[in-house]
């Protein structure tokens, strides 16, 4: 398969749950704001809002909740108790359904997956959570968030504590078809 530097950054972000107590410099972090806001959104309607969480009280607090919804990479790193709280910088996702009716969840994951990707590429990791129902309700209670706005994502940033596993994907034969969708 070719290579390029788009499909490398990619194939090598991996979720990652602790990360070094090193801050994250503003020019990557600018960077990574830079990244989420150019994701397409329907219409260009720029639905988003990202609450960068810095400040060490809400982010022990985003940090815990997403210690408890993360399930998918726990074993892969010694427990600390700590949560992703010591992760440098949390951006919480936010949506305004207002602005997007029809498609302000997609606007959302695919700024989201811009950060996560930005992240990568400067050498920091981050850790995708996804949230509904009760975490939602948590994180919004903790950010703020106004009325009628929806949190659909955290993301802990930071330099990785640990070398994740390898990633693992079902093989390109196993999820693409040709013209028709054959069985
Ligand atoms: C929309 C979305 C929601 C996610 N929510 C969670 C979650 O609630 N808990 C969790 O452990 N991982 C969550 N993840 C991270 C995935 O588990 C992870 O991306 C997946 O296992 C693939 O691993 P990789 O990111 O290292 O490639 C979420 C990822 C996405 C894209």
Redesign the pocket.
């Known amino acids: 398969m070719m290579t390029n530097d788009v499909l490398n950054a990619i194939r090598g972000?991996?979720?990652?749950l602790r990360f070094e107590p090193k801050p994250v410099a503003d020019d990557e972090l600018e960077a990574i704001l830079e990244a989420g806001r150019w994701a397409p959104s329907f219409a260009n309607s720029q639905p988003w809002t990202f609450v960068v969480v810095r400040e060490e009280n809400a982010k022990r607090e985003l940090g815990q909740l997403v210690e408890r919804?993360?399930?998918?990479?726990?074993g892969q790193f010694a427990v600390s108790g700590k949560g992703t709280g010591d992760a440098p910088v949390v951006i919480a996702v936010v949506l305004d359904p207002v602005k997007d009716p029809q498609h302000w969840v997609e606007a959302g994951?695919v700024a989201?997956?811009n950060m996560?990707l930005m992240a990568h590429t400067l050498g920091l990791a981050s850790?995708?959570?996804?949230?509904g129902g009760k975490?939602e309700a948590e994180a919004r209670r903790i950010l703020g968030i106004p009325r009628g706005m929806r949190v659909?994502?955290l993301l802990p940033i930071g330099r990785p504590a640990y070398t994740?596993k390898d990633?693992?994907?079902t093989s390109l034969s196993g999820i693409v078809r040709y013209d028709r969708f054959k069985v």
């Open positions: 972000r991996r979720s990652v919804i993360a399930f998918a990479h726990r994951a989201t997956q996560a850790y995708w959570a996804g949230l975490s659909v994502a994740p990633g693992e994907r």
